[in-house]
């Protein structure tokens, strides 16, 4: 398996674009999470799903964030308008089975964003 | 709000030596785990330990667990200069997501 896989690595986009960060899972994993890391406040969750279906958003900034799962193999973090305090390292990770954490999350490679 | 905090925040040491980071959270804990991220990577999973564990052991690795003290720790025996990294834990509470810590930065010198 060639483990989670995140797109694009790097974005650099200007302040008030849209902005789509997208993710494949691991194939058969039935959770998916989003993180968001920064120096400041370290990882912070943003929303997760289990089996396509969003379970808590709570984790999400503001409304400009959203995203979206249409099936097992695919997510979408979707932030518009852009703005600069949104840059960080995104990371999408899966895992599998009952309970959160028992064999522990494969992380993705993550999204740096950079907003100018 | 972080549940995991890790200590210290930056650890420096000689290849050979070991590194032990501890890890102290606030509510009951499932199990908890501790994740290393190299520089510009996505985090790795290490090791979980279950809540009713005291002790594990896995290669260089050795995480121990109080529950009593809510509190852990990691260490890495005989580090290498491939250690450097980041290392968090992460406490799974039962019926929510993993929440990390802020991390442990580890430096070993060659």
């Known amino acids: 398996d060639a483990g989670v896989i995140q797109s694009p690595r790097h974005e650099v986009t200007e302040m008030g674009q849209e902005v789509t960060l997208r993710c494949k899972p691991i194939?058969?994993?039935?959770?998916l999470f989003w993180y968001r890391q920064t120096m400041m406040r370290g990882l912070e969750l943003l929303i997760y799903f289990n089996n396509n279906v969003p379970i808590d958003d709570s984790g999400m900034p503001e409304d400009r964030f959203s995203a979206k799962m249409p099936n097992a193999s695919f997510s979408t973090l979707k932030i518009q308008p852009s703005e600069p305090r949104d840059s960080a390292v995104y990371f999408c990770a899966s895992s599998l089975g009952t309970g959160f954490g028992l064999r522990g999350y494969t992380f993705g490679s993550g999204t740096r964003l950079t907003v100018v | 709000s972080q549940q995991g905090e890790e200590d210290p925040q930056a650890l420096s040491i000689q290849e050979g030596e070991n590194a032990t980071m501890n890890c102290s959270y606030k509510t009951s804990i499932n199990n908890l785990q501790w994740y290393r991220q190299n520089s510009g990577r996505g985090l790795v999973h290490l090791i979980l330990i279950r809540s009713n564990e005291r002790e594990k052991h896995s290669g260089r690795l050795r995480v121990t667990l109080d529950t009593s003290k809510k509190s852990s720790s990691l260490l890495i025996t005989a580090s290498r200069a491939a250690d450097t990294a980041s290392y968090f834990c992460a406490t799974d509470g039962g019926n929510t997501p993993l929440v990390f810590g802020k991390g442990t930065r580890l430096s070993v010198i060659a």
């Open positions: 194939s058969g994993h039935d959770y």
